[in-house]
Protein backbone atom coordinates (compact mmCIF):
# COMPACT_ATOMS: atom_id res chain seq x y z
CA UNK A 1 0.00 0.00 0.00
CA UNK A 2 0.67 3.74 -0.58
CA UNK A 3 2.06 6.16 2.46
CA UNK A 4 -0.88 8.29 0.76
CA UNK A 5 -3.95 7.55 -0.61
CA UNK A 6 -3.91 7.89 -4.73
CA UNK A 7 -1.02 8.12 -5.82
CA UNK A 8 -0.71 8.51 -9.53
CA UNK A 9 1.64 6.65 -12.44
CA UNK A 10 1.72 5.83 -15.88
CA UNK A 11 0.90 3.21 -17.15
CA UNK A 12 2.37 3.06 -21.23
CA UNK A 13 3.53 4.33 -24.34
CA UNK A 14 3.62 8.16 -24.84
CA UNK A 15 2.66 9.15 -28.53
CA UNK A 16 6.98 10.54 -29.72
CA UNK A 17 7.18 14.01 -30.36
CA UNK A 18 7.66 15.43 -34.03
CA UNK A 19 11.18 16.14 -33.38
CA UNK A 20 12.18 12.65 -32.32
CA UNK A 21 10.53 10.95 -35.12
CA UNK A 22 12.08 13.09 -37.54
CA UNK A 23 15.85 12.87 -35.89
CA UNK A 24 15.82 9.73 -35.15
CA UNK A 25 15.13 9.56 -39.21
CA UNK A 26 17.90 11.32 -39.87
CA UNK A 27 15.19 13.52 -41.54
CA UNK A 28 15.71 17.32 -41.13
CA UNK A 29 13.68 18.74 -38.54
CA UNK A 30 10.91 21.07 -40.05
CA UNK A 31 9.92 24.27 -38.70
CA UNK A 32 6.73 22.61 -37.16
CA UNK A 33 9.32 20.07 -35.33
CA UNK A 34 11.97 22.63 -34.35
CA UNK A 35 9.04 24.96 -32.59
CA UNK A 36 7.69 21.66 -30.80
CA UNK A 37 10.71 20.73 -29.47
CA UNK A 38 11.30 24.69 -28.22
CA UNK A 39 7.67 24.45 -26.92
CA UNK A 40 8.19 21.90 -24.91
CA UNK A 41 11.54 23.03 -23.60
CA UNK A 42 10.89 25.77 -21.80
CA UNK A 43 7.80 23.60 -20.12
CA UNK A 44 9.87 20.65 -18.88
CA UNK A 45 13.57 21.80 -19.10
CA UNK A 46 14.43 18.16 -20.49
CA UNK A 47 17.00 19.84 -22.76
CA UNK A 48 20.43 21.01 -21.64
CA UNK A 49 21.10 24.40 -23.88
CA UNK A 50 25.04 23.68 -23.31
CA UNK A 51 24.75 20.09 -24.83
CA UNK A 52 25.95 20.30 -28.53
CA UNK A 53 23.13 17.93 -29.84
CA UNK A 54 20.76 20.63 -28.49
CA UNK A 55 22.30 23.27 -29.80
CA UNK A 56 22.05 21.68 -33.33
CA UNK A 57 19.06 21.21 -32.97
CA UNK A 58 17.86 24.92 -32.22
CA UNK A 59 20.25 26.47 -34.56
CA UNK A 60 18.25 24.25 -37.20
CA UNK A 61 21.29 21.95 -37.90
CA UNK A 62 19.43 18.86 -36.61
CA UNK A 63 20.59 16.92 -39.78
CA UNK A 64 24.15 16.45 -38.35
CA UNK A 65 22.84 15.44 -35.20
CA UNK A 66 23.51 10.98 -34.46
CA UNK A 67 19.86 9.56 -34.13
CA UNK A 68 21.06 8.10 -30.77
CA UNK A 69 20.46 11.50 -29.58
CA UNK A 70 17.21 11.95 -30.62
CA UNK A 71 16.66 8.54 -28.38
CA UNK A 72 18.16 10.17 -25.78
CA UNK A 73 16.18 13.77 -25.68
CA UNK A 74 12.98 11.77 -26.26
CA UNK A 75 14.17 9.27 -23.24
CA UNK A 76 14.70 12.92 -21.13
CA UNK A 77 11.21 14.07 -22.47
CA UNK A 78 8.76 11.52 -21.41
CA UNK A 79 10.63 11.31 -17.94
CA UNK A 80 10.40 15.23 -17.23
CA UNK A 81 7.01 15.06 -19.29
CA UNK A 82 5.06 12.64 -16.32
CA UNK A 83 7.21 14.10 -13.52
CA UNK A 84 6.77 17.68 -14.47
CA UNK A 85 2.66 16.45 -15.06
CA UNK A 86 3.17 15.75 -11.38
CA UNK A 87 3.20 11.38 -11.45
CA UNK A 88 4.27 10.06 -8.73
CA UNK A 89 5.26 6.69 -10.68
CA UNK A 90 7.00 6.83 -14.05
CA UNK A 91 8.91 5.76 -16.96
CA UNK A 92 10.22 7.26 -20.69
CA UNK A 93 6.89 7.09 -22.39
CA UNK A 94 9.24 3.87 -23.86
CA UNK A 95 10.35 6.57 -25.88
CA UNK A 96 13.01 4.20 -27.57
CA UNK A 97 10.75 1.53 -28.91
CA UNK A 98 8.74 1.30 -31.32
CA UNK A 99 5.70 -1.21 -30.25
CA UNK A 100 5.57 -3.57 -27.62
CA UNK A 101 6.21 -7.18 -29.67
CA UNK A 102 8.51 -7.16 -32.29
CA UNK A 103 11.54 -5.59 -30.19
CA UNK A 104 11.18 -8.30 -28.00
CA UNK A 105 10.65 -10.88 -30.30
CA UNK A 106 14.07 -10.17 -31.82
CA UNK A 107 16.29 -10.62 -28.54
CA UNK A 108 15.08 -14.18 -28.57
CA UNK A 109 16.44 -17.19 -30.92
CA UNK A 110 13.86 -19.86 -32.12
CA UNK A 111 11.41 -16.91 -34.32
CA UNK A 112 11.35 -16.41 -37.74
CA UNK A 113 9.90 -13.02 -38.89
CA UNK A 114 6.78 -14.01 -41.45
CA UNK A 115 5.21 -10.06 -42.41
CA UNK A 116 3.06 -7.45 -41.20
CA UNK A 117 -0.91 -8.32 -40.05
CA UNK A 118 -3.28 -6.15 -38.86
CA UNK A 119 -3.96 -5.66 -35.34
CA UNK A 120 -6.62 -2.73 -34.99
CA UNK A 121 -7.51 0.32 -37.08
CA UNK A 122 -4.95 1.12 -39.21
CA UNK A 123 -2.09 -0.22 -36.96
CA UNK A 124 0.34 -2.91 -37.95
CA UNK A 125 2.79 -5.00 -36.27
CA UNK A 126 5.27 -7.36 -37.92
CA UNK A 127 4.59 -11.19 -36.86
CA UNK A 128 7.29 -13.49 -36.12
CA UNK A 129 6.79 -17.50 -36.49
CA UNK A 130 8.25 -20.14 -33.56
CA UNK A 131 10.00 -22.41 -35.82
CA UNK A 132 12.39 -23.51 -32.46
CA UNK A 133 12.95 -23.82 -28.97
CA UNK A 134 12.69 -20.21 -27.14
CA UNK A 135 16.08 -18.86 -26.58
CA UNK A 136 17.06 -15.49 -24.85
CA UNK A 137 19.66 -14.04 -26.93
CA UNK A 138 20.51 -11.72 -23.83
CA UNK A 139 18.48 -9.71 -20.84
CA UNK A 140 16.81 -6.53 -22.65
CA UNK A 141 14.89 -3.10 -21.68
CA UNK A 142 18.33 -3.18 -19.23
CA UNK A 143 20.07 0.03 -21.05
CA UNK A 144 17.01 1.72 -21.27
CA UNK A 145 15.86 0.83 -17.45
CA UNK A 146 19.88 2.21 -16.63
CA UNK A 147 19.13 5.23 -18.28
CA UNK A 148 15.86 5.89 -16.81
CA UNK A 149 16.77 5.48 -13.27
CA UNK A 150 20.17 7.45 -13.29
CA UNK A 151 17.68 10.21 -14.46
CA UNK A 152 14.27 10.05 -12.57
CA UNK A 153 13.31 12.16 -10.07
CA UNK A 154 10.05 10.43 -9.32
CA UNK A 155 9.83 6.54 -8.66
CA UNK A 156 11.04 4.61 -12.05
CA UNK A 157 8.80 1.63 -12.99
CA UNK A 158 8.89 -0.24 -16.26
CA UNK A 159 6.87 -1.75 -18.36
CA UNK A 160 7.42 -5.21 -20.17
CA UNK A 161 5.65 -7.43 -22.18
CA UNK A 162 4.39 -10.40 -20.85
CA UNK A 163 4.77 -14.16 -21.83
CA UNK A 164 1.01 -14.84 -22.84
CA UNK A 165 0.91 -11.83 -25.32
CA UNK A 166 4.39 -12.61 -26.98
CA UNK A 167 2.97 -16.34 -27.55
CA UNK A 168 -0.26 -15.11 -28.67
CA UNK A 169 0.48 -12.77 -31.08
CA UNK A 170 3.26 -15.09 -32.77
CA UNK A 171 2.16 -18.66 -35.02
CA UNK A 172 2.67 -21.72 -32.91
CA UNK A 173 5.00 -23.85 -35.40
CA UNK A 174 7.35 -25.47 -33.64
CA UNK A 175 5.17 -26.16 -30.44
CA UNK A 176 1.96 -27.84 -32.34
CA UNK A 177 4.74 -29.61 -34.38
CA UNK A 178 5.92 -31.07 -31.31
CA UNK A 179 2.16 -32.75 -30.35
CA UNK A 180 1.66 -35.80 -32.23
CA UNK A 181 -1.63 -37.03 -33.73
CA UNK A 182 -4.43 -34.78 -34.54
CA UNK A 183 -3.62 -31.23 -33.89
CA UNK A 184 -7.27 -30.57 -32.60
CA UNK A 185 -8.31 -28.37 -30.04
CA UNK A 186 -6.68 -29.90 -26.92
CA UNK A 187 -2.88 -30.71 -29.07
CA UNK A 188 -3.32 -27.05 -29.83
CA UNK A 189 -3.91 -25.98 -25.76
CA UNK A 190 -1.07 -27.94 -24.56
CA UNK A 191 1.39 -26.77 -27.16
CA UNK A 192 0.37 -23.05 -26.56
CA UNK A 193 0.92 -23.90 -22.93
CA UNK A 194 4.64 -25.30 -23.40
CA UNK A 195 5.09 -22.09 -25.51
CA UNK A 196 3.81 -19.49 -22.89
CA UNK A 197 5.81 -20.97 -20.42
CA UNK A 198 8.90 -21.05 -22.46
CA UNK A 199 8.53 -18.03 -22.95
CA UNK A 200 7.88 -16.72 -19.13
CA UNK A 201 10.92 -18.89 -18.06
CA UNK A 202 13.76 -18.75 -20.89
CA UNK A 203 13.11 -15.47 -22.10
CA UNK A 204 11.28 -13.35 -19.36
CA UNK A 205 12.20 -14.61 -16.40
CA UNK A 206 15.94 -13.97 -16.97
CA UNK A 207 15.05 -10.63 -18.19
CA UNK A 208 13.50 -9.25 -15.13
CA UNK A 209 15.89 -10.95 -12.95
CA UNK A 210 18.67 -8.95 -14.54
CA UNK A 211 16.74 -5.72 -14.74
CA UNK A 212 15.84 -6.33 -10.45
CA UNK A 213 20.23 -6.82 -10.50
CA UNK A 214 20.34 -3.15 -12.28
CA UNK A 215 17.46 -1.80 -9.61
CA UNK A 216 14.37 -2.18 -11.35
CA UNK A 217 11.88 -2.18 -8.10
CA UNK A 218 8.54 -1.84 -10.08
CA UNK A 219 7.84 -3.63 -12.77
CA UNK A 220 4.31 -3.58 -14.69
CA UNK A 221 3.37 -6.73 -17.08
CA UNK A 222 1.74 -6.18 -19.79
CA UNK A 223 -0.81 -8.59 -21.22
CA UNK A 224 -3.20 -6.67 -23.47
CA UNK A 225 -3.84 -10.00 -24.67
CA UNK A 226 -5.50 -11.70 -22.20
CA UNK A 227 -9.00 -10.92 -22.90
CA UNK A 228 -8.58 -12.63 -26.82
CA UNK A 229 -9.36 -15.98 -25.11
CA UNK A 230 -10.96 -15.37 -21.99
CA UNK A 231 -11.07 -19.06 -21.47
CA UNK A 232 -7.00 -19.14 -21.08
CA UNK A 233 -6.78 -16.95 -18.13
CA UNK A 234 -5.35 -19.91 -16.43
CA UNK A 235 -2.79 -19.85 -18.74
CA UNK A 236 -2.46 -16.00 -18.20
CA UNK A 237 -1.82 -16.49 -14.47
CA UNK A 238 0.58 -19.38 -15.10
CA UNK A 239 2.65 -17.78 -17.56
CA UNK A 240 2.98 -15.02 -15.24
CA UNK A 241 4.05 -17.05 -12.56
CA UNK A 242 6.75 -18.95 -14.41
CA UNK A 243 8.45 -15.14 -15.23
CA UNK A 244 8.16 -13.76 -11.38
CA UNK A 245 8.56 -16.80 -9.11
CA UNK A 246 11.05 -16.04 -6.66
CA UNK A 247 12.36 -13.05 -8.03
CA UNK A 248 12.16 -9.60 -6.02
CA UNK A 249 9.81 -6.70 -6.89
CA UNK A 250 6.69 -5.29 -7.03
CA UNK A 251 4.83 -6.72 -10.21
CA UNK A 252 1.79 -5.38 -11.22
CA UNK A 253 -0.31 -6.65 -14.78
CA UNK A 254 -2.13 -4.29 -16.35
CA UNK A 255 -4.68 -5.71 -19.04
CA UNK A 256 -6.62 -3.15 -21.32
CA UNK A 257 -10.18 -3.68 -22.80
CA UNK A 258 -11.34 -6.63 -21.99
CA UNK A 259 -14.55 -7.73 -20.22
CA UNK A 260 -12.88 -8.49 -16.55
CA UNK A 261 -15.48 -10.93 -15.43
CA UNK A 262 -14.55 -13.78 -18.11
CA UNK A 263 -10.94 -13.51 -16.51
CA UNK A 264 -12.38 -14.32 -12.93
CA UNK A 265 -11.09 -16.19 -10.63
CA UNK A 266 -8.65 -17.89 -13.07
CA UNK A 267 -6.93 -14.87 -13.16
CA UNK A 268 -6.31 -14.57 -9.69
CA UNK A 269 -3.89 -17.17 -9.45
CA UNK A 270 -1.21 -14.75 -11.08
CA UNK A 271 0.69 -14.96 -7.03
CA UNK A 272 3.36 -12.06 -7.22
CA UNK A 273 0.97 -9.49 -8.81
CA UNK A 274 0.82 -6.98 -6.16
CA UNK A 275 -1.30 -4.53 -8.48
CA UNK A 276 -4.10 -5.07 -10.94
CA UNK A 277 -3.62 -1.92 -13.53
CA UNK A 278 -6.75 -1.99 -15.83
CA UNK A 279 -8.96 0.00 -17.70
CA UNK A 280 -12.20 1.40 -16.35
CA UNK A 281 -12.94 4.97 -17.81
CA UNK A 282 -13.45 3.52 -21.11
CA UNK A 283 -16.91 1.63 -20.21
CA UNK A 284 -17.74 4.53 -17.73
CA UNK A 285 -20.86 6.70 -18.80
CA UNK A 286 -23.65 8.54 -17.45
CA UNK A 287 -25.92 5.15 -18.38
CA UNK A 288 -23.70 2.82 -16.83
CA UNK A 289 -20.76 2.95 -14.02
CA UNK A 290 -17.40 1.48 -15.62
CA UNK A 291 -16.22 1.06 -11.62
CA UNK A 292 -18.83 -1.14 -9.89
CA UNK A 293 -17.19 -4.90 -11.36
CA UNK A 294 -14.56 -3.52 -8.56
CA UNK A 295 -16.82 -5.16 -5.85
CA UNK A 296 -15.66 -8.77 -7.38
CA UNK A 297 -12.66 -7.91 -6.02
CA UNK A 298 -14.52 -8.41 -2.64
CA UNK A 299 -16.19 -11.07 -3.61
CA UNK A 300 -13.08 -13.07 -4.15
CA UNK A 301 -11.30 -11.80 -1.12
CA UNK A 302 -8.93 -10.31 -3.21
CA UNK A 303 -6.88 -7.12 -1.66
CA UNK A 304 -4.45 -6.18 -3.86
CA UNK A 305 -3.82 -3.04 -5.13
CA UNK A 306 -5.45 -1.50 -8.15
CA UNK A 307 -3.87 0.53 -10.72
CA UNK A 308 -7.10 2.81 -11.47
CA UNK A 309 -7.73 4.01 -15.13
CA UNK A 310 -9.78 7.29 -14.86
CA UNK A 311 -8.84 8.91 -18.09
CA UNK A 312 -9.63 7.37 -21.82
CA UNK A 313 -7.48 7.29 -24.11
CA UNK A 314 -9.43 6.78 -26.87
CA UNK A 315 -11.05 10.02 -26.66
CA UNK A 316 -9.80 13.58 -27.32
CA UNK A 317 -12.20 15.04 -24.63
CA UNK A 318 -10.48 15.86 -21.62
CA UNK A 319 -11.93 14.95 -18.27
CA UNK A 320 -12.83 17.13 -15.67
CA UNK A 321 -11.03 17.11 -12.23
CA UNK A 322 -14.41 16.40 -10.96
CA UNK A 323 -14.88 13.72 -13.22
CA UNK A 324 -11.65 12.14 -11.91
CA UNK A 325 -12.46 12.42 -8.36
CA UNK A 326 -15.73 10.72 -8.57
CA UNK A 327 -14.46 8.16 -10.84
CA UNK A 328 -12.27 7.86 -7.76
CA UNK A 329 -14.65 8.11 -5.05
CA UNK A 330 -17.04 5.20 -6.99
CA UNK A 331 -14.04 2.92 -7.05
CA UNK A 332 -13.28 3.09 -3.41
CA UNK A 333 -17.00 2.88 -2.35
CA UNK A 334 -17.03 -0.29 -3.97
CA UNK A 335 -13.67 -1.79 -3.24
CA UNK A 336 -14.84 -0.64 0.70
CA UNK A 337 -11.09 0.11 0.59
CA UNK A 338 -9.76 3.66 -0.70
CA UNK A 339 -5.80 2.72 0.38
CA UNK A 340 -5.55 0.06 -2.24
CA UNK A 341 -6.01 2.24 -5.27
CA UNK A 342 -3.15 3.77 -7.45
CA UNK A 343 -4.71 6.54 -9.81
CA UNK A 344 -3.52 6.00 -13.80
CA UNK A 345 -4.59 6.54 -17.05
CA UNK A 346 -6.85 3.50 -18.80
CA UNK A 347 -3.79 2.81 -21.00
CA UNK A 348 -0.95 3.85 -22.48
CA UNK A 349 -1.71 8.19 -24.03
CA UNK A 350 0.36 7.32 -27.32
CA UNK A 351 -3.40 7.45 -28.99
CA UNK A 352 -3.71 10.79 -28.10
CA UNK A 353 -1.42 13.69 -29.66
CA UNK A 354 1.17 15.41 -26.14
CA UNK A 355 -1.04 18.47 -25.60
CA UNK A 356 -4.58 16.42 -25.25
CA UNK A 357 -2.42 14.45 -23.24
CA UNK A 358 -1.14 16.44 -21.13
CA UNK A 359 -4.19 18.37 -20.43
CA UNK A 360 -5.69 14.77 -19.68
CA UNK A 361 -2.63 14.16 -16.88
CA UNK A 362 -3.61 17.45 -15.04
CA UNK A 363 -7.07 16.67 -14.22
CA UNK A 364 -5.98 13.26 -13.57
CA UNK A 365 -3.42 15.03 -10.73
CA UNK A 366 -5.67 17.23 -9.87
CA UNK A 367 -8.99 15.16 -9.58
CA UNK A 368 -7.08 12.88 -7.37
CA UNK A 369 -5.72 15.34 -5.09
CA UNK A 370 -9.64 16.40 -4.32
CA UNK A 371 -10.34 12.88 -3.75
CA UNK A 372 -7.03 12.24 -1.31
CA UNK A 373 -8.26 15.91 0.54
CA UNK A 374 -12.07 14.64 0.67
CA UNK A 375 -10.98 11.10 2.21
CA UNK A 376 -8.55 12.94 4.33
CA UNK A 377 -11.23 15.17 5.65
CA UNK A 378 -13.27 12.38 6.25
CA UNK A 379 -10.98 10.76 8.43
CA UNK A 380 -10.48 13.80 10.33
Same mark, same amino acid.
Given at each position: ???????????????????????????????????????? =??????? &????????????? *??????????????? /?????????????????????????????????????????????? *???????????????????????????????????????????? /?????? =???? /? !????????????????????? &????? %?????????? $???????????????????????????? *?? %?????????????????????????????????????????????????????????????????? !???????? $???????????????????? &??????? *?????????????????????????????????????
Amino acid at each position: MSARLFPTQEIGSLAKPRWQIQGQHSTPLDERARAEFGRW =NDLLHFA &DAGDPAVHAIVGG *NGAAVDPAEFRRLGA /LFGLRYFETAGLDRVYDGEARRIEMYEYPIRQMHGFDFQGHVRSFD *NKYYLKAAVTGEVRLDHPYHVDEFDFVREHARASPKLPITGPYT /LAEWSY =NEHY /L !GKQTGWKGREARRRAQREFVV &DIARK %AIRPTLAKLI $EHGCRIIQIDEPAAGTHPEEAALVAEGF *NA %ATEGLDAVFSMHICFSDYRSLLPALLEAKACKQWAWEFANRDGPERDGYEILRLFREYGDDREIGL !GVLDVHRD $EIETPEVVADRIRRAAHHLG &DPSKIWV *NPDCGLRTRSLDVAWKKLASLVEGAKRARAEFAGRAA
